[in-house]
């Protein structure tokens, strides 16, 4: 009887490290199989980064010029400020990320060429609250051209020569996290549809999806006829992310 116990342990002892065997390399199998797929998901991202970018980058520049060919009287003033916003785009933003401060001096610039467009009696507001004390203000962690889009929507969406519409645009820095909010009175005249139109929403979004993942929140929402868009992006806890993934 002692044989056949001792037979029935070895048996139990070589099933159950048979088995703890078979089981760690499923898990090294998994293991490596996620470390594959996340690798291509970042190829994939990057690819698609570069091809918004690509879209991005064009629809701006074709919005400025557009804006600066209708109010020829301004063109001196408004080139200044292009001269400004094109050294932006074609060499701080290919770098990837730029600073916060950076970010927010490129969209001043883009307003100033945006006033051109309004009347004298319009109600433009712009406020910017930061703390230059915080270390990542000036540390590139901001997507370029991410406060575009909701600057180009409220002057698209408002009625520009209206003395009793306004836009207002403020931007904050504070507690390592970006914050952008657009508010504008809705026209009640309907902007002309154009071809291609819309490339700027669907660019930010997805740029926002791929970079930043579940540290931002967008919301865009109306009360009454004042549309409102809010934008918060938590630096701190994409950089630690950022460094947790090296």
């Given at each position: 009887?002692?044989?056949?116990?001792?037979?029935?342990?070895?048996?139990?002892?070589?099933?159950?490290?048979?088995?703890?065997?078979?089981?760690?390399?499923?898990?090294?199998?998994?293991?490596?199989?996620?470390?594959?797929?996340?690798?291509?998901?970042?190829?994939?991202?990057?690819?698609?980064?570069?091809?918004?970018?690509?879209?991005?980058?064009?629809?701006?520049?074709?919005?400025?010029?557009?804006?600066?060919?209708?109010?020829?009287?301004?063109?001196?003033?408004?080139?200044?400020?292009?001269?400004?916003?094109?050294?932006?785009?074609?060499?701080?933003?290919?770098?990837?990320?730029?600073?916060?401060?950076?970010?927010?001096?490129?969209?001043?610039?883009?307003?100033?060429?945006?006033?051109?467009?309004?009347?004298?009696?319009?109600?433009?507001?712009?406020?910017?609250?930061?703390?230059?004390?915080?270390?990542?203000?000036?540390?590139?962690?901001?997507?370029?051209?991410?406060?575009?889009?909701?600057?180009?929507?409220?002057?698209?969406?408002?009625?520009?020569?209206?003395?009793?519409?306004?836009?207002?645009?403020?931007?904050?820095?504070?507690?390592?996290?970006?914050?952008?909010?657009?508010s504008n009175k809705i026209s009640t005249t309907s902007p002309i549809k154009k071809e291609r139109s819309g490339i700027g929403t669907e660019t930010?979004?997805?740029?926002?999806?791929?970079?930043?993942?579940?540290?931002?929140?967008?919301?865009?929402?109306?009360?009454?006829?004042?549309?409102?868009?809010?934008?918060?992006?938590?630096?701190?806890?994409?950089?630690?992310?950022?460094?947790?993934?090296?």
């Amino acid at each position: 009887m002692l044989w056949v116990l001792i037979v029935l342990i070895l048996l139990l002892g070589y099933s159950t490290y048979y088995w703890w065997s078979k089981l760690k390399k499923a898990e090294k199998r998994k293991e490596d199989l996620e470390s594959k797929f996340e690798v291509l998901e970042n190829k994939v991202n990057t690819m698609q980064l570069e091809t918004l970018e690509y879209r991005l980058n064009p629809h701006l520049f074709k919005n400025i010029l557009n804006s600066i060919q209708s109010h020829a009287y301004q063109t001196f003033f408004a080139l200044d400020k292009l001269a400004n916003v094109l050294d932006y785009i074609l060499y701080e933003s290919r770098n990837g990320r730029v600073t916060p401060k950076e970010e927010i001096e490129f969209a001043h610039n883009l307003i100033e060429i945006n006033k051109i467009k309004i009347s004298p009696l319009f109600e433009l507001k712009v406020k910017t609250k930061v703390n230059e004390n915080e270390p990542l203000y000036h540390q590139k962690l901001l997507a370029p051209l991410i406060s575009v889009d909701l600057i180009e929507n409220a002057f698209k969406h408002a009625d520009l020569q209206s003395p009793d519409a306004f836009i207002a645009i403020s931007f904050e820095f504070k507690n390592d996290t970006f914050y952008q909010t657009v508010s504008n009175k809705i026209s009640t005249t309907s902007p002309i549809k154009k071809e291609r139109s819309g490339i700027g929403t669907e660019t930010m979004e997805q740029r926002l999806q791929i970079i930043y993942k579940n540290h931002f929140k967008l919301e865009k929402f109306r009360e009454g006829d004042v549309f409102i868009s809010h934008l918060t992006i938590n630096l701190f806890d994409y950089k630690a992310e950022m460094l947790a993934a090296r």
